[in-house]
């Protein structure tokens, strides 16, 4: 039960991430930009995770700072080992309050010409990463007994998805990996959650915007009747990374306009 006596001071005890540091992988844009621009917005200092891409980390400078709030730049690519290990290490040696593993890529190929190494990087980006930043992350949450984590799925960890068969693969695997991580430490004071976006305007799926066909069946599809600004998904990550969700463990929340429930 909170005491807060104001309707400004009620939404603060329960959203607001005042003296929280939270690290957000992909935060040089898209939906990871809005992600660290809003949990800015509620008070959080902001670990921005970049591919180490020239100027990748302007944008979320400009917008966190513009917050009020501070900016730790920090850059690994996803797909190495090596740096994902190194990485791993320095966002552990930070008590970091919140995780959310956002970084993703996606590649487009039939099943029959769909290469391994396609496969293998998005796996690596999405789900392998993933994985080794919340068991490391994850660990000193555990020890300090809080720490909120949220994986970034899709609404392609519950269907097959077209000609994008490493993309599905990871990002069904990351639903299992957030239910089993919420298991081990639920009861530690660790909630480990993810979002599943549906088709977001972002570059990630800009092939598909380009293709008027495919555009459409999509657009046709969504109940809401538009495709998800990044912000959209933003608020819910928001809620995951809050005390409002305190007993929210292993869930997976659908930001889709609907697209799910059809
Ligand atoms: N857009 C959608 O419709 C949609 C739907 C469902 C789920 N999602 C998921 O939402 C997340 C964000 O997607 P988005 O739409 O915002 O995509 P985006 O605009 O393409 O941004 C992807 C982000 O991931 C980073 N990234 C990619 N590969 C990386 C690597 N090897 N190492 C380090 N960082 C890397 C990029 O960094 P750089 O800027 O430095 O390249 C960028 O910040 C992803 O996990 C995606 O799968 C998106």
Redesign the pocket.
């Known amino acids: 039960m909170t005491t807060a006596t104001t309707p400004a001071a009620y939404a603060e005890s329960l959203f607001g991430l005042e003296g929280r540091l939270a690290a957000v992988?992909?935060?040089?844009?898209?939906?990871?930009?809005a992600i660290a621009d809003c949990l800015a917005a509620a008070g959080a200092d902001i670990i921005a995770?970049?591919?180490?891409?020239p100027g990748?980390d302007d944008e979320v400078r400009e917008a966190v700072e513009a917050r009020g709030r501070k900016l730790i730049a920090v850059?690994?690519?996803?797909?190495?080992r090596e740096q994902v290990a190194a990485l791993a290490a320095d966002l552990a040696a930070r008590d970091v309050d919140i995780l959310v593993?956002?970084?993703?890529?996606?590649r487009r190929a039939p099943a029959t010409m769909h290469s391994d190494e396609e496969f293998d990087?998005v796996v690596?980006?999405?789900l392998r990463?993933t994985f080794v930043l919340s068991r490391e992350v994850g660990r000193t949450m555990v020890e300090r007994g809080s720490g909120k984590i949220v994986n970034?799925?899709?609404?392609?960890s519950f269907q097959g998805g077209v000609t994008v068969p490493g993309?599905t693969s990871s990002?069904s695997a990351v639903t299992g990996l957030t239910k089993a991580l919420a298991n081990e430490w639920a009861d530690k004071g660790v909630n480990v959650n993810a979002v599943?976006?549906?088709?977001?305007?972002?570059?990630?799926?800009h092939d598909l915007r380009a293709d008027p066909e495919r555009s459409r069946a999509i657009l046709d599809r969504i109940p809401a009747g538009r495709?998800?600004e990044?912000a959209d998904?933003a608020g819910a990550v928001l809620f995951l990374c809050s005390r409002a969700a305190d007993y929210v463990h292993g869930a997976v929340l659908p930001v889709d306009g609907g697209w799910l429930a059809r």
């Open positions: 992988t992909g935060a040089s844009r898209g939906i990871g930009l995770v970049g591919s180490g891409r990748g850059t690994a690519d996803l797909a190495d593993n956002n970084a993703g890529t996606i990087h690596d980006v999405n990463s970034t799925a899709s609404v392609l993309y990002k599943a976006p549906g088709y977001v305007a972002t570059a990630n799926t495709w998800a990044a998904i």
